[in-house]
């Protein structure tokens, strides 16, 4: 899971939180998930995994975030918010980054946003409007490719 404000372990470097799920693991899976948690940094721009989060800027935390979510090869990635707290070129950019991994990883992405940009990079989007799904026909469609689900 990814949650809005990165919950990372301040005093730890961005490997060792990005593999955290590893200590939790069966032995055997432990140096997977931890090369996974490093080459997820790689490709999230993360080059010093050695370097404590304190000093990262808060893109910076949500990409050590998002290497920390996919490192153990979920099958089902849920994101809370992932862009709140991010400036509009870092959350643009962790969108992207974010899409891009889940596709790759095979992973399905749910994501609660209130990010326009972000969903719209979504193959799927559930508006809830009142605690309820709302009708796809009150939605302003401006992506005629893009399915919009409403689960009764």
């Given at each position: 899971m990814i949650f809005q404000d990165f919950l990372l372990f301040e005093e730890l470097d961005a490997l060792t939180n990005a593999g955290l799920s590893a200590l939790f693991r069966p032995r055997?899976?432990?140096a997977g998930i931890r090369a996974r948690a490093a080459e997820h940094l790689?490709?999230?721009?993360?080059?010093?995994?050695?370097?404590?989060?304190?000093?990262?800027s808060g893109g910076e935390r949500q990409r050590?975030?998002?290497?920390?979510?996919?490192?153990?090869?979920?099958?089902?990635?849920?994101?809370d918010e992932p862009t709140a707290s991010l400036h509009r070129s870092a959350a643009d950019a962790l969108s992207q980054d974010l899409v891009a991994l889940a596709r790759d990883a095979g992973t399905s992405l749910i994501v609660v946003s209130h990010d326009e940009r972000l969903l719209a990079c979504m193959d799927e989007v559930l508006t809830i409007a009142d605690?309820?799904?709302?009708?796809?026909?009150?939605?302003d469609?401006?992506?005629?490719?893009?399915?919009?689900i409403n689960h009764a």
């Open positions: 055997s899976e432990r790689q490709r999230l721009g993360i080059q010093d995994g050695t370097r404590k989060v304190a000093s990262f050590v975030a998002v290497a920390r979510a996919l490192a153990a090869n979920p099958d089902i990635l849920l994101a605690g309820r799904p709302a009708d796809p026909a009150d939605a469609d401006t992506d005629a490719d893009k399915r919009t």
